[in-house]
């Protein structure tokens, strides 16, 4: 029997006595302070009171405690009956308190500026980041330095990434590329020469983003490229530009796309560090090989070939990009355009059904509305609120200049000057509409005319 609530505690197995007791008797836990009163019965059993000590854990939590809730264990009891006891036994089993089980199932409370005591497993992150834009991911890797380490180790999650947000019409990179390269090309900001930060523009063909500076400077013609590849010697090689990737230019300067040229008008140009890059590869591969040796006639074809292949792989990646993003572009303007006339016809609705109404030629005059409604967004109350006592002011100042252009000028009788009577008329109708136009009462010297 047991006098408290919410109490932990654990009784050991009792030694059987050798002979019966001459008295019932029953054994109460008091677990209350002393001095409490206690009910008595008539046919009260004869009872021993046996005092519980205090276990640790066993009482409610307070909010923002700290410990370990999986580690405390109960002590165990000695209960004592008369002049015989028990002992309890040296390896005894151990179980979590129940009130350590009911805290440990509550859910995590998130609250602002006090820190998780509980982590995320990884598992569980990976799954979250796969399904967030690859722009977002690499944000992340760039200012949250956990994230950056744990991107940098899970590179297929870039790939999951982009699977997910952009479907299968997104073009795959190329061998030479990995996942986390082509995020940066398609989503990073800053010329990766000068860094320029405003640099958008990537040029699928030399898989650089650059600025229009830095293209012009690094760009070089055929026939400047030709006289860049030489041999150790000082020989012409330029029989391996086949594995170079190219680049068109137009008359103005602009690039157009992947090359090579196939008009007079056009130019081809390549990337000054992808001809020296080359150049120097097939120096150092030359002189590693033995002169007059079988090798060194059959190593030329072999190595040509695997770079014709890559440069091939390169030029078809950049074509389906540029038509990537061409057909990106081209949906998001006819987006935009559709959003903006939607909120084109929603304005006017909302106009017509203002007392007094407006028309949609007053409408199409007013500033905030040629405004509004080049924002491509889709309309709705928010936006009809903020717009409309805008329009309304500008409709009344429209009205009011209208109504002073459409009334001719009066003369005085000496024609010096206006008359005064001119002028307040004026003002009493200019006044009048604006009032009718703001929804306010007319004034009296109006309703008796």
Request: charged share 25%; net charge positive; proline share 6%.
């Amino acid at each position: 029997m047991v006098n408290a609530k919410y109490v932990a505690f654990t009784v050991n197995k009792q030694t059987p006595f050798l002979q019966t007791p001459d008295q019932a008797y029953s054994t109460i836990i008091n677990c209350r302070q002393p001095g409490g009163k206690r009910l008595t019965f008539k046919h009260d059993v004869p009872s021993h009171n046996v005092p519980l000590s205090k276990v640790e854990g066993g009482l409610k939590r307070k909010r923002g405690e700290e410990g370990n809730m999986g580690t405390e264990q109960a002590p165990s009891l000695s209960t004592f009956f008369g002049n015989h006891a028990t002992t309890p036994p040296a390896a005894a089993v151990v179980r979590p308190l129940l009130s350590q089980q009911w805290q440990q199932r509550k859910p995590t409370r998130l609250r602002r500026g006090k820190i998780l005591s509980k982590g995320v497993d990884l598992d569980c992150w990976f799954i979250i980041l796969s399904f967030s834009d690859p722009a977002q991911l690499l944000e992340m890797r760039s200012k949250i330095a956990s994230c950056y380490r744990f991107l940098r180790d899970n590179p297929m999650l870039w790939k999951h990434s982009r699977d997910y947000y952009y479907g299968s019409e997104m073009p795959d990179p190329p061998s030479s590329l990995t996942e986390f390269q082509f995020a940066h090309l398609r989503h990073g900001h800053g010329c990766m020469t000068c860094g320029a930060p405003n640099t958008r523009k990537t040029y699928w063909a030399f898989l650089r983003r650059l600025c229009k500076a830095c293209l012009i400077s690094q760009a070089v013609k055929e026939f400047e490229a030709m006289d860049l590849m030489k041999g150790s010697n000082g020989e012409d090689i330029s029989f391996i530009r086949g594995g170079l990737t190219t680049g068109i230019l137009d008359s103005w300067g602009n690039f157009v796309g992947v090359g090579p040229a196939n008009t007079h008008a056009l130019r081809t140009i390549y990337l000054r560090s992808d001809v020296q890059k080359l150049t120097a590869e097939y120096n150092r591969e030359s002189q590693q090989r033995a002169l007059g040796s079988e090798e060194t006639a059959n190593w030329f074809p072999t190595w040509h070939a695997a770079k014709v292949k890559e440069m091939e792989e390169r030029q078809l990646f950049a074509k389906k990009m540029e038509q990537w993003e061409e057909m990106q572009r081209s949906s998001k303007t006819s987006d935009y355009n559709a959003k903006k006339a939607r909120r084109k016809t929603f304005f006017r609705e909302k106009a017509s059904q203002l007392i007094p109404p407006i028309n949609t030629k007053t409408v199409e005059a007013c500033p905030s509305y040629k405004r509004a409604i080049v924002i491509p967004k889709e309309p709705n109350n928010t936006s009809w609120d903020l717009l409309r006592p805008k329009l309304i002011k500008e409709a009344a100042e429209l009205a009011a200049k209208q109504l002073d252009e459409s009334r001719p000028p009066t003369a005085s009788p000496s024609g010096t000057s206006t008359p005064t009577d001119s002028i307040e008329g004026q003002r009493l109708q200019r006044r009048t509409y604006l009032d009718l136009i703001l929804g306010l009462p007319l004034s009296d010297s109006f309703l008796s005319s």
